[in-house]
């Protein structure tokens, strides 16, 4: 359950970065945790939306937080030319000043990188609003009229970035929410979505359609501003989502240096830039591919409800952090970008079955509770 601390003001949180890289349209509030397993059963009993509840973040490991290192060495070039891409790509095809709105927290890191590629390489004048999106309950309307109307940004500066994509539902919820908004508030706002890895051929831009371990994806607030996941607060319509700073893991926040990390690789390194928009063709190939995949899985899998499976690195990693999985099935056991989701189902003491078959690197099952055995 969520408390307000105080009567709602619309001010931006900084979270852990530096001032200018990212103001957080999110208000924070008092949080009643539940565990892991508590937040699984009453999600799936249908009693709570997943929105509504947290679990307080632990410490990562010293040997998975090195892991993190290990990956952030290994992937910063390759990351820091997806980042120049997609910079490139906004620089060449928007006019004027330019808003980022980065979806929390995937997003997040993400947005930090790109406003800073787009000023030092291009000198764009741009700011970076990081803003929650929820499934099934949308984007943050009250966000939205912070940036149109009380900063009174043009909407058509806007722009929206994530991390990555997969089965494409935060992508629908976007789209679904910037039309709605559009019509309710006779704005121009594009309902686009920019992406690091698009693995489900779902984004309007992407840098890669890879399936890799972009590194930020693999820790939770201690890469993104110490901010948690947003959290559902109704009925104060006049006030942002909300969410919890996690300053009891001050001590292992890397937030700011994984972004110094990453922008010192595109200042240093000769970048590869490639083309953004790819053909439509590919956009649907790809998006048939997920479909029966998907389909594939659930039939071998008997898994009835498809929110269930997780596809992707990113997603495994998701499933493997904050929820009760099942199953983690991997591409190749020997295979070097999924160390860090083999480590974390040794600590959680999950099966993991290697399948040569799939269609992406990693792929993890959330558990279905016996909800009888709770009643």
């Known amino acids: 359950m969520v408390k307000s601390q105080m009567t709602p003001v619309l001010s931006p949180l900084k979270g852990s970065y530096e001032l200018n890289d990212c103001q957080f349209l999110l208000e924070e509030v008092n949080c009643e945790y539940s565990t892991i397993e508590e937040k699984e059963m009453l999600i799936q009993s249908g009693k709570r939306h997943y929105s509504e509840l947290l679990s307080q973040e632990a410490k990562p490991t010293d040997e998975y937080q090195k892991l993190f290192f290990d990956f952030t060495e290994r992937y910063k070039v390759k990351l820091a030319s997806h980042i120049y891409t997609l910079a490139k790509h906004i620089n060449d095809s928007k006019m004027g000043p330019i808003v980022i709105v980065s979806l929390a927290r995937a997003g997040t890191p993400i947005g930090v990188l790109v406003k800073k590629a787009l000023i030092h390489f291009f000198s764009r004048d741009c700011v970076h609003y990081s803003i929650s999106i929820i499934r099934d309950r949308g984007i943050d309307a009250v966000a939205l009229d912070y940036i149109v109307k009380i900063k009174r940004h043009d909407p058509a500066s806007l722009l929206f970035l994530d991390g990555w994509t997969a089965k494409g539902v935060i992508t629908e919820e976007l789209k679904r929410s910037i039309i709605r908004y559009n019509v309710s508030e006779e704005t121009e706002i594009l309902p686009e979505l920019y992406v690091v890895s698009d693995t489900g051929g779902v984004a309007d831009y992407c840098a890669t359609r890879e399936d890799y371990p972009i590194p930020s994806s693999m820790l939770n607030s201690t890469v993104s501003g110490l901010i948690s996941r947003s959290i559902w607060k109704d009925p104060y319509k006049d006030a942002f989502h909300g969410c919890v700073i996690n300053t009891h893991l001050e001590n292992v926040d890397h937030s700011q240096w994984f972004v110094d990390t990453v922008f010192q690789t595109m200042k240093q390194t000769s970048l590869d830039c490639r083309e953004v928009c790819e053909p439509m063709s590919r956009k649907c190939s790809s998006k048939d591919k997920m479909s029966n995949f998907i389909g594939m ?79």
């Open 297 to 375: 899985i659930a039939k071998k899998y008997s898994v009835i409800e498809l929110n269930h499976i997780k596809p992707g690195i990113a997603e495994s990693t998701r499933v493997m952090l904050r929820r009760v999985p099942s199953l983690l099935l991997v591409k190749s056991l020997d295979n070097q970008k999924i160390r860090h989701l083999l480590m974390l189902a040794k600590e959680k003491k999950i099966r993991v079955l290697e399948d040569p078959s799939l269609l992406f690197e990693a792929c993890a099952l959330i558990k279905t509770l016996n909800l009888e055995e709770d009643k």
